[in-house]
């Protein structure tokens, strides 16, 4: 089994990291640059950069955030919101990030992520997906735009083409857990993991160290991506890694 990763994931608006709950009522959370050094500090595997804002203002990702956190920090580094093309993509790969993060822009232009993989490779595509549950459908769906728009695309469906366009990795974040704390979606997680050849990030509903066991042992996430508990010091990332090694789980 390959080692899991701890992923704490930097929301960013307006050149700070805020975090919300089903992405909306954005809390401040500090400064980049200033968290991503005490992530790496802690013990992080790897870090997510999202430029939450980009996609819906119509703009690029902040390059010059990208690299001063990537001046600061030696840990694999994710970066996405508002790549669109894959000039964009070597762009903020120039800027020091290891992946680029597609989500919207590839829903809307799925051979973005084959163009990506073709020009960078794929371990450095990762595909975004947010995706929130529809009781009218009984199933998950897509959900685009920063959370804006519920598609009719099936989660798993859209992972699955995801992974076999190119995509080397899937960020999975489920809207209905976001900030809620009470654990990942464990059945749509795992739905996703038994569908694709590629590592699945479980995100979204991280509230305890039994969660991110919970996302190993019970969804076989390869990884599980944190905010909240991290950002206001509900838990550490050394707190949790300790834990889980405690517990048998084998970590980066």
Known sequence: MAEKKIIPCLDMKDGR???GVQFVNLRDAGDPVELAAFY???GADELVFLDIAATNEGRETMLDVVRKVAEQITIPFTVGGGIRTVEQMKAVIDAGADKVSI???AYDNPHLFKEGAEAL???RIVAAIDAKFVDEAGTWRVVIHGGNTVTDKDVVEWAKEAAEL?????LLTSMDRDGEKSGYDLE???????AVDVP?????GAGTIDDF???FTKANAAGALAASVFHFKETSVKEVKAELKRRGIDLK
């Open 17 to 19: 990291v805020v975090k």
């Open 40 to 42: 790496e500090e802690q």
């Open 103 to 105: 989500g919207t822009a």
């Open 121 to 123: 490779g794929p371990d």
């Open 166 to 170: 190119g995509a080397g990795e899937i």
């Open 188 to 194: 749509m997680t795992k739905a996703v993991v038994d």
């Open 200 to 204: 699945v990030i479980a995100s979204g």
């Open 213 to 215: 066991y919970a996302a």
